[in-house]
């Protein structure tokens, strides 16, 4: 059964006057309907009722105002904000308005009293709320013995249920005492009986007396059940919490006998145990300190305490974390190097900085580890690079991956409150690494998330700042603990996902995408051997000339790294491998003619001269996040009114600058030779093509420039020639990002001439040696640099 609450409500005396036109009087059969939802009324049951719909409000002020009873009909679907007549059942009951209540919040509440059932016979139009005829349903007369015993067993559940509720409804015991009609028990005990509206809808429709006991009997019986267990369940629980008690009082009173007679000797081997552990640990006097007095506590406590494998648990980590400093290690620069560069080709930069960071520590071995960012496309070996780091260093290697974390406990641990409580991924890893001068990998870091957990991009800001990390403070150990001797070196494909206070902390170094012919040394030095290795063959077995793996290079693979090379490499090896494994053959030697049989038809097809042989194409200079890449920007006119159109997936920057290009052609008509009248004859359609990629950024200017110069002076740009750079409406070239990519994948697409901003010639000498040597850099100051250096001239004319 179920309590009523007492609603604080302001007792407004009367209905709010009614506005508007008056509405017809009501025919004699029909009645006002109060629609309700997840609530059955019942005959000779006073009850509050919450309404909140107009239409509801309407029908109870005009009931009120009227002084008529109400009809509560309960909707058949709970979720219908509008009731009509399809959604009400058609059974309910009539009650009088005892009460209108309306509290201080607008919200308006009933004191109903029901007093007999009715039947809709047709709703009625024409009223701001239901109205029905309805055909009103006496009460049948007790007839039989069968219906008296069920009376008399239904009073005794009822009273026996009342009693075993927590908070029973004043007065209902009394009124079930006193109630000496059947149907009026079974309607009052269905009204407070703890079901769903569905089952009290239809005790409600069932009118004869017998079928009508019998289901709130069965009803009254499964929750009389459920009450019984839960009044034996709370039993129990109160025996058990005072056994529980009892048993904690006599586990003190023995262990304060076994302490007495000296016989704990288990639990003092454990104690004597963590108070060595706690002396050799080395910890600062702080740490110390706070694994002292929690040891104390352990001493104090039973093994069968709560918080007794809590606090073990918590002292092992203090005592198994490394808080001595290192022993100092021999530095041979030479060595260092040597391990480098046998690991990685290329990659100077990196290479020299490490090498610099060990020159400054054996110099001076108290500095603090620089912070690292290793920036650039996939597959360049920014995460193996660490590896190799750590093997020239001599230092212990850990690994922690970032990506997709959002949870800032992950980096900072959680509570000792929390079940299941840990330290966070960096104190796990020192503890792994069990060293504090280890080189510690933070891989992906831009793909760190955010949630309703925190942020941990912005718990990382402590932990990589060389000021702060010195007491770096986990909320799990609650004591700080010295980064200052742990390198990082965080690796990254992108730094605008980077929030700026947090890529501020470290020093980025980017790594380009590999030339053609870094790609082949690095094949024949390092991703062969792994293949073939994998592959269980050895190079007895299988070789592979250099002509194969240029093809593979240049027609199969077109990305900054290597990672999609060395996939191709190892189905080449694995369809000679299958040779070998068959007995077919015992020496497979793998030639150009060779890759083709095996990866098919070309990929990538060297398309420059072919897009540009035609007025209005120019070919332009791209970066992505996977490297640099070369597109083709492509001008056609047509018979029009003047518009430009603009298609190829074109982001904001890059269609204004395609606009401030034809604004710039335009300026500059007359002195290009070009008719200004055209302009407004013709449409102009710039296309870039590969429309399924999305394309942005104002470094095309340029290559827009001359497309529609080209397109609209009719002469050709030059084929062997690639350009970037962002342009302005008086004609200068500005200079633009990822210089070095974009020079780089010029080198690989067979580009000879690359036109540059004269402002980039600071990112020349980032730009590899072997790129540098197999292009023509042209500087531009302003668009007629480009015109010059750009631009084929007009053919001759027979």
């Known amino acids: 059964m179920t309590d009523l609450a007492d609603s604080k409500t302001i007792d407004t005396g009367e209905a709010p006057a009614a506005t508007g036109p008056r509405l017809p009087e009501l025919p004699g059969d029909a009645m006002i309907i109060v629609p309700v939802r997840n609530f059955v009324m019942f005959p000779e049951v006073v009850m509050p009722l919450a309404i909140g719909r107009p239409v509801s409000i309407n029908a109870a ?62 709703f009625l139009d024409g009223w701001p709320f239901l109205v029905a005829r309805i055909e009103r349903i006496e009460e049948p007369a007790p007839e039989g013995a069968e219906v008296e015993a069920r009376f008399i067993n239904l009073r005794n559940q009822a009273l026996e249920t009342v009693s075993l509720l927590p908070q029973a409804p004043q007065g209902l015991a009394e009124a079930i005492r006193t109630i000496a009609a059947p149907g009026a028990l079974a309607d009052l005990t269905a009204a407070y009986l703890d079901i769903g509206a569905d089952d009290k809808q239809g005790i409600l429709e069932t009118i004869a007396l017998q079928p009508r006991l019998d289901k709130v009997m069965a009803l009254l019986a499964q929750r009389l059940e459920v009450l019984r267990l839960s009044a034996e369940i709370g039993k129990g629980v109160q025996e058990k919490l005072g056994h529980r008690q009892r048993e904690h009082l006599l586990r ?58 809590i606090i073990r648990t918590y002292l092992d980590w203090l005592t198994e974390l490394p808080w001595k400093l290192p022993e100092p290690k021999e530095i041979d620069i030479g060595q260092a190097r040597t391990q480098l560069d046998a690991d990685h080709y290329g990659l100077e930069k990196i290479k020299t900085r490490i090498i610099e960071y060990l020159a400054v520590r054996k110099l001076a071995p108290e500095g603090k ?20 780091i750590a093997k020239a260093m001599g230092r212990e290697f850990v690994r922690v991956s970032l990506g997709g974390v959002h949870d800032e406990a992950e980096i900072r641990g959680h509570r000792r409150t929390y079940i299941g409580a840990m330290p ?77 206070p947090l890529r501020d902390r470290m020093e980025v170094i980017s790594l380009p995408g590999y030339t053609e012919e870094e790609k082949l040394h690095i094949a024949r030095r390092y ?58 053959a015992t020496h497979v030697a793998i030639g150009e003619a060779d890759v083709a049989e095996v990866l098919g038809g070309r990929i990538f097809e060297d398309e420059v001269a072919q897009r540009t042989s035609v007025p209005g194409v120019s070919t332009g200079l791209a970066w992505t996040p996977v490297g640099g890449g070369i597109l083709f920007i492509e001008a056609t006119r047509m018979p029009g009114s003047g518009r430009l159109i603009l298609t190829g997936q074109l982001g904001d920057v890059m269609k204004e600058s395609a606009q401030a290009a034809l604004s710039l052609v335009k300026s500059r008509a007359a002195t290009l030779g070009i008719d200004t009248a055209s302009f407004e004859r ?62 780089v994948a010029a080198a690989g697409a067979g580009i000879t ?19 540098r040597e197999k292009l023509e850099f042209v500087w531009l100051e302003k668009v007629e640099d480009a015109l010059d250096q750009g631009l084929d001239p007009l053919p001759a004319k027979s």
């Open 61 to 122: 002020q005009a009931a009120v105002r009227e002084s008529r009873p109400v009809g509560v009909l309960t909707q058949r679907d709970a979720e219908a904000k509008e009731p009509g007549p399809l959604d009400m059942h058609r059974t309910g009951t009539i009650a009088n308005v005892l009460r209108y209540i309306t509290g201080p919040d607008e919200t308006h509440h009933l004191i109903v009293q029901g007093e007999a059932r009715f039947r809709i016979v047709e």
């Open 252 to 309: 003190e009173q023995m262990a304060e006998i076994q302490r007495q007679l000296g016989e704990d000797d288990g639990n003092s081997a454990e104690i004597a145990e963590l108070r060595e552990a706690i002396a050799k640990a080395g910890m600062p006097e702080e740490v110390e300190k706070q694994a002292t007095k929690e040891l104390r506590r352990l001493e104090r406590m039973p093994d069968g305490a709560a918080e007794h494998g």
């Open 369 to 388: 580890a620089p912070i690292l960012c290793f920036a650039g496309p996939p597959g360049v070996g920014k995460t193996s690079l660490g590896q190799s």
């Open 424 to 500: 966070g991924n960096i104190i796990q890893a020192i503890r792994k690494a069990g060293t504090r001068d280890c080189v510690m990998m933070l891989d992906e870091i831009d793909k760190l998330g955010r949630g309703i957990q925190g942020d941990p991009s912005a718990a990382m800001l402590e932990v990589l700042d060389p000021e702060q990390n010195g007491t770096f403070r986990d909320n799990y150990l609650g004591v700080p603990f010295d980064l200052s001797r742990v390198l990082f070196i965080a690796t990254a494909n992108m730094l605008d996902t980077i929030p700026g």
């Open 527 to 584: 991703l062969v051997r792994r293949q073939l290795e994998a592959n269980g063959v050895t190079d007895a077995q299988v070789e592979i000339d250099d002509a194969a793996l240029e093809a593979i290079i240049s027609y199969y693979t077109r990305e900054a790294g290597v990672r999609n090379l060395e996939r191709e490499i190892g189905k080449v090896i694995r369809h000679a491998a299958v040779r070998i494994a068959d007995g077919s």
């Open 682 to 743: 013709s449409d102009i359609h710039v296309h870039v093509p590969a429309g399924a990629t999305p394309k942005d950024g104002p470094s095309a200017g340029v290559a827009m420039y001359l497309a529609l110069t080209s397109l609209l002076t009719g002469r050709t740009v030059r084929s062997d020639t690639a350009m970037t750079g962002e342009i302005s409406l008086r004609g200068l070239v500005l200079p633009v990002g990822g210089i070095k990519e974009k020079v």
């Open 753 to 771: 001439r690359v036109m540059l901003p004269a402002r980039n010639r600071r990112d020349y000498d980032d730009i590899p040696a072997n790129a």
